[in-house]
């Protein structure tokens, strides 16, 4: 199936320049799309609530702070960057009472409108612009003349105009300098859920932990370890970055690429592609969806003591001490870039 992919050109900026625009919320994504939709000329308002600790923050880039309900009442389009869980409270508390004919309802994410928490009224566009990456490069890449490549999607389009300013929106945060491609909240979600689980944060990490445990239980160094299945994890996915895996395959030694070869498919059994599909299974299917909600109503319990337990886990030490020795490596992350 063709996927529409839109840049710079397609956008026409003018169209975000000229809307009131609500972020609410001031974390990875918020401070991300609130500065560089400043930077691009747009009237930016963050929306907070009067004890959060995101509000220094954002006032400290001279960002005009008001309440979720004040800012969505000023806005005529209002970003929802506030944790999944707790969106569905903050549109019928503070967004949901203020909204007015023509305004726009916009996510970076499509969880709360595939899985039916957030039902908007007919008389306002609802769209998504989801970039690709986390909030925090978003927003390093903009400054750096580059861009993380945003999905788009429209889900009601009350204007008529709806892709138009999301796309707009897209272009202001840098996403058109690498490409936007317009989807539907169905497929952002549910890829963006697989791909989180599965690949780039629950198999990514799985996958490095695992490879540590069995050299340092073997009596190998834990630094050596580290290195091996940790930093040089991001040299060796740079390339792939830059040229797929076939250019990461050209710059390895052909020891390495027969190891690859040979012996990744045993690491990656049909087992695995297996549990994976049953992994999206329950992402199509809300199983993951309503025990995530559930988890988040009753307390977290499971998931701080999951936290903790990555916390502990013998790598992050051997990180800490070799990173600190890397002045390079060791880059705070600021809601300031
Ligand atoms: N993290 C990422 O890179 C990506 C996130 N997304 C999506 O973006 C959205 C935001 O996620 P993320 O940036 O990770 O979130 P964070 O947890 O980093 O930040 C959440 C922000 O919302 C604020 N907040 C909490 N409660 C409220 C409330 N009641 N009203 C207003 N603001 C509130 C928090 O303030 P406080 O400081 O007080 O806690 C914080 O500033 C989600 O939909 C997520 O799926 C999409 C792509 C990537
Ligand atoms: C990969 C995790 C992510 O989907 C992201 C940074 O894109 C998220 O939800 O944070
Ligand atoms: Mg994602
Ligand atoms: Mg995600």
Redesign the pocket.
């Known amino acids: 199936m063709s996927v529409e992919i839109f840049y710079d050109d397609d956008a026409d900026l003018s169209i975000i320049q000229g809307r009131k625009v609500a972020v609410?919320?001031?974390?990875?994504?918020?401070h991300a799309h609130a500065l560089s939709l400043r930077d691009s000329g747009v009237d930016v308002r963050i929306?907070?609530?009067e004890?959060?600790?995101?509000r220094a923050k954002a006032e400290e880039e001279g960002l005009r702070v008001l309440t979720?309900a004040e800012a969505s009442a000023e806005a005529d389009l209002i970003m929802?960057?506030?944790?999944?869980t707790?969106?569905r409270?903050?549109y019928a508390e503070?967004i949901e009472p203020n909204l007015k004919d023509g305004d726009a309802i916009f996510?970076?994410?499509g969880?709360n409108i595939r899985y039916e928490l957030i039902k908007p009224p007919a008389n306002v566009d609802v769209a998504m612009v989801?970039?690709k990456?986390?909030?925090h490069l978003?927003r390093r890449q903009f400054v750096d003349g580059k861009g993380v490549p945003c999905l788009i999607a429209v889900e009601q389009d009350a204007s008529g105009n709806a892709q138009a300013l999301a796309l707009a929106y897209a272009a202001a945060i840098g996403g058109a300098r690498a490409g936007v491609i317009k989807t539907t909240f169905k497929e952002e979600t549910e890829t963006?859920l697989f791909g989180e689980q599965a690949v780039l944060c629950g198999g990514a990490s799985a996958l490095v932990q695992t490879g540590f445990e069995v050299l340092t239980e073997a009596g190998y160094a834990p630094e050596i370890a580290y290195f091996e299945v940790l930093h040089e994890l991001k040299l060796i996915v740079d390339l792939m970055y830059e040229g797929g895996i076939a250019r990461m395959r050209y710059s390895i030694s052909d020891t390495a690429e027969y190891g690859d070869l040979t012996r990744g498919p045993r690491v990656i059994t049909p087992a695995v592609k297996e549990e994976m599909r049953k992994i999206l299974g329950e992402i199509q299917d809300g199983t993951f969806a309503r025990e995530w909600v559930s988890e988040d109503e009753t307390g977290r319990a499971n998931f701080r003591k999951l936290q903790e337990a990555g916390e502990q886990h013998p790598i992050e030490e051997t990180g800490k001490k070799l990173r600190g020795l890397m002045s390079w490596v060791d880059r705070p992350i600021t809601e300031t870039a």
């Open positions: 609410i919320g001031y974390g990875s994504q918020g929306g907070l609530p004890g959060s600790k995101s979720p929802i960057l506030a944790p999944d707790k969106q409270f903050i503070d996510f970076g994410h969880f989801a970039p990456g986390p909030g978003v963006d």
